[in-house]
């Protein structure tokens, strides 16, 4: 009783509710002067017109009867008044008690109710004893990701939301939240950001810088990370006191220029794992296609361990048996200098030096060119919408205005021996349908995308897409490396390479009788000892306790992993 009372209490404090609150009573006030204006007419038509004789109350029950439709038939009118009238109030009861009182309860009462019920159900504090978490200031792209991450890490989180109602809905559907305002001090405190492991304000430009001297104000000493769109607002966003400002979208086009063929076949380097070097190399063009991974003796000749290769979008386990396609990349592990004596196997083949051609003249779209023009390769840029012009600028060698699914308008930008196409606009859709159109039009170049949703991947893929990064997967490797204190190493959407202690249940065994292969679908790249990294591993390689084992794989092979491990500790 107590907590019902303290519902209505809640619910009519609110400005908004209690005005719903007074159009319920003004209808309800008016339908019952209509119930007794017709309850008045009933008595004079009955006695004037009818000669008969009723009571009040039976009067108001007979307006009841027929304004609800239940026409019980034990009182009528016998003339055409009468019957006239009936019609009247029958068709005004439907309307008004079976059409518009329904409405008008759920409309300004009950819907209110429910979601005031869910408002209060939104916690407004964290667990008094709650540290070490990372405060993240919105649930945008990223968020529901980086959720995920920080729950194979077992790191706390908690999300801010200022609509209660919605904080409400995000605590039912177990997400950690806590309702409160992501510029105010109080909602702060709330959730004991002093004690935070990271604040990660990812909101508009503007309101990012007022989180970080909100946040400085109470935690001067707490790392923060904060997204940032335009470039001119990095600066302010820094000296606002924010340890990291990621310039995603600027990143992302980086990314994507890192993985187009284009002038001479080399490596890309993707990041870095403690003394070694993340990288890819394209076969197309090259004497490695057709070969088996163990022909190619690259270790041999390089010292290079080939971890996997990208086949069409998708990264497979290598195996010495694995035959490298035409469109094949391998991923390779080595240092500087055995990457740079791979260079040297590389650069007399596959020499193209055709623009590469740039879909879409948006952030990603400029950033991508740009980098490419750093690199040396020439790039064409299409862009549909003239407005951009002066944004894009020097950022192409040369700009086409024009739709890029006109086959004209592609033939002009080069696609006839452009050696790559990066698709960069913001609409999945829009991605999607170009990767379609730009492969059966050129079925041998290099498909590089951006999407927007993850749950695009699979579509762009289908479509004739080499590559896919996402803007979301982007922003949450890179917190990620900010959180566990590691280089950056994007190798694609989805894929991960992360290190874990070899687990109890496998210390003794060999690398085929732990099943981790078999049973979750990672490849185990490598055995981090002293701080070093042995990719010599085969299937009889002994997991040793207090060893690293170094894995490449999607999110839910490693969740798989520890399921695996969790199952075999029971």
Same mark, same amino acid.
């Given at each position: 009783m107590k907590f019902l009372v303290s519902q209505l209490a809640y619910f009519l404090s609110e400005g908004e509710v209690r005005r719903n609150v007074r159009a319920l009573v003004q209808y309800l006030i008016f339908l019952a002067a209509v119930i007794a204006l017709y309850t008045v007419l009933f008595h004079v038509i009955m006695v004037r017109v009818e000669g008969q004789d009723h009571s009040w109350l039976t009067g108001l029950y007979w307006v009841l009867v027929v304004m609800s439709t239940l /026409? @019980? /038939? +034990?009182? *009528?009118?016998? *003339?055409? #008044?009468?019957? @006239?009238f009936s019609l009247i109030v029958l068709l005004s009861g439907i309307l008004l008690l079976l059409v518009l009182l329904p409405f008008v309860f759920i409309r300004f009462f009950y819907a209110p109710w429910l979601e005031a019920r869910i408002r209060m159900r939104a916690p407004r504090e964290v667990p008094a004893n709650m540290t070490g978490h990372v405060l993240i200031c919105a649930w945008d792209s990223i968020a529901p990701g980086l959720v995920e991450r920080l729950k194979v890490h077992q790191i706390p989180y908690v999300v801010l939301e200022p609509d209660a109602a919605k904080a409400g809905a995000?605590? +039912? +559907?177990?997400?950690? !939240? !806590?309702? /409160? +305002? #992501?510029?105010s001090v109080a909602a702060y405190r709330s959730v004991h950001v002093e004690r935070a492991r990271l604040v990660f304000a990812n909101a508009e430009d503007t309101t990012n810088t007022n989180i970080v001297l909100t946040v400085r104000e109470i935690a001067p000493q707490v790392p923060i990370a904060s997204l940032v769109m335009s470039l001119d607002s990095i600066d302010v966003l820094e000296l606002s006191g924010a340890n990291h400002v990621l310039p995603l979208s600027q990143r992302l086009g980086e990314q994507l220029a890192n993985r187009v063929n284009a002038g001479h076949a080399r490596c890309h380097v993707v990041g870095r794992y403690l003394d070694l070097l993340v990288a890819e190399f394209p076969v197309h063009n090259t004497p490695l296609r057709g070969r088996t991974l163990r022909e190619t003796r690259l270790r041999e000749y390089t010292q290079t361990s080939i971890v996997g290769v990208w086949e069409r979008g998708r990264l497979v386990p290598a195996y010495a048996d694995l035959r490298l396609s035409e469109y094949s990349v391998p991923v390779v592990l080595g240092t500087t200098r055995q990457i740079a004596k791979l260079d040297e196997l590389l650069v007399i083949y596959d020499a193209n030096e055709s623009p590469v051609v740039v879909l879409g003249g948006g952030k990603v779209g400029r950033a991508a060119a740009r980098s490419l023009k750093r690199q040396g390769i020439p790039v064409h840029l299409v862009e549909k919408n003239r407005d951009l012009r002066d944004r894009i600028g020097d950022a192409a060698d040369q700009l086409f205005i024009g739709d890029a699914a006109d086959r004209d308008v592609l033939a002009r930008a080069g696609l006839d021996h452009a050696p790559s196409v990066l698709l960069t606009t913001h609409d999945d859709a829009t991605n999607i349908y170009l990767a379609v159109y730009c492969r059966r039009l050129k079925p041998d170049v290099r498909l590089v995308s951006r999407i927007t949703h993850e749950k695009n991947m699979e579509a762009v893929l289908r479509a004739g897409a080499d590559f896919v990064l996402s803007y979301a997967s982007l922003g949450v490797d890179s917190l990620m490396s900010i959180l566990l204190g590691s280089d950056l190493v994007v190798l694609g959407e989805g894929i991960n390479l992360f290190h874990m202690k070899v687990p109890d249940p496998f210390v003794g065994r060999t690398l085929a009788e732990s099943g981790i292969g078999a049973r979750t679908g990672l490849n185990v790249i490598g055995i981090q000892r002293d701080g070093h990294v042995d990719t010599a591993v085969g299937a009889d390689q002994r997991l040793a306790a207090g060893n690293q084992l170094v894995m490449l794989g999607s999110r839910e092979q490693r969740a798989a992993l520890v399921e695996m491990i969790a199952g075999a500790t029971r």
């Open positions: /026409g @019980l /038939g +034990d009182i *009528t009118f016998q *003339t055409d #008044i009468g019957r @006239l995000m605590h +039912d +559907d177990g997400i950690q !939240v !806590v309702a /409160g +305002d #992501i510029e």
